[in-house]
């Protein structure tokens, strides 16, 4: 089965830029979603389709994918980032939807 | 507004059945496929399965840890998608979130979740 990681943590100071990293086989061949979720909160898609923000997102948020590894940035971070960051991929060879195993992120 | 929301969850003895329910609301239901996802308490997300819209079969995919005792169904009339969970096992126990599957292959809209607990 398709495998994708991630840091367990990353620290960036406010005002900062956080790289969120996903690493997967060949997952610039493929298309990535990003999801924060913030403590009791269900998930939000910021990033999809490797790049691409859903209305009402920040163009703090911004993502890349090439060659095995998929990054989502924020720059100028703010205390309201801090949260849980999830990858995330259909696989098509198998049928199924792919979680990388999460990144927390704190505000220092 | 896009609004998805679950209800059914509780407390259930390991072997037992439950079935969640994912009322939707504010788009063409039939239209897309619908995904369950969960997480289990301090845990990260994982896929539990998806049913496709009718245009592409009505299909259902799932997850090895829940195929053969989890069934995904959709009644477009009432814009209502379904998780039938059997044989519960207490590793079962997590927040069950709904999802509306996007075109590329995200999920662009989720429930608030419904709490499962699967203890004696």
């Known amino acids: 089965s398709y495998v994708l990681t991630q840091p367990p943590s990353v620290s960036v100071a406010p005002g900062q830029t956080a790289r969120i990293t996903c690493g997967g086989n060949?997952?610039?061949?493929?298309?990535v979603h990003w999801y924060q979720q913030k403590p009791g909160q269900a998930p939000v898609l910021v990033v999809y389709?490797?790049?691409d923000r859903p209305s009402g997102i920040p163009e703090r948020f911004s993502g890349s994918n090439s060659g095995n590894t998929a990054t989502l940035t924020i720059s100028r971070v703010e205390a309201g980032d801090e949260a849980d960051y999830y990858c995330?991929?259909?696989?098509?060879?198998?049928?199924?939807?792919?979680f990388g195993t999460g990144t927390k992120v704190t505000v220092l | 507004e896009v609004q998805l929301v679950e209800s059914g969850g509780g407390l259930v003895q390991p072997g037992r059945s439950l079935r969640l329910s994912c009322t939707a609301s504010g788009f063409t239901f039939g239209d897309y496929a619908m995904s369950w996802v969960r997480q289990a308490p301090g845990k990260g997300l994982e896929w539990v399965g998806f049913?496709?819209?009718?245009?592409?079969?009505?299909?259902?995919e799932y997850a090895a840890s829940v195929k053969g005792r989890f069934t995904i169904s959709r009644d477009d009339s009432k814009s209502i998608a379904y998780l039938q969970m059997n044989s519960l096992k207490t590793e079962d126990t997590a927040v069950y979130y709904c999802?509306?599957?996007?075109?590329?292959?995200?999920?662009?809209?989720w429930g608030q979740g419904t709490l499962v607990t699967v203890s004696s």
């Open positions: 995330q991929v259909w696989d098509s060879s198998s049928d199924f939807y792919v």
């Open positions: 999802t509306r599957g996007g075109i590329l292959g995200d999920f662009d809209y």
């Open positions: 389709d490797d790049s």
């Open positions: 049913i496709r819209s009718k245009a592409y079969g009505g299909t259902t």
């Open positions: 060949n997952i610039g061949s493929k298309s």
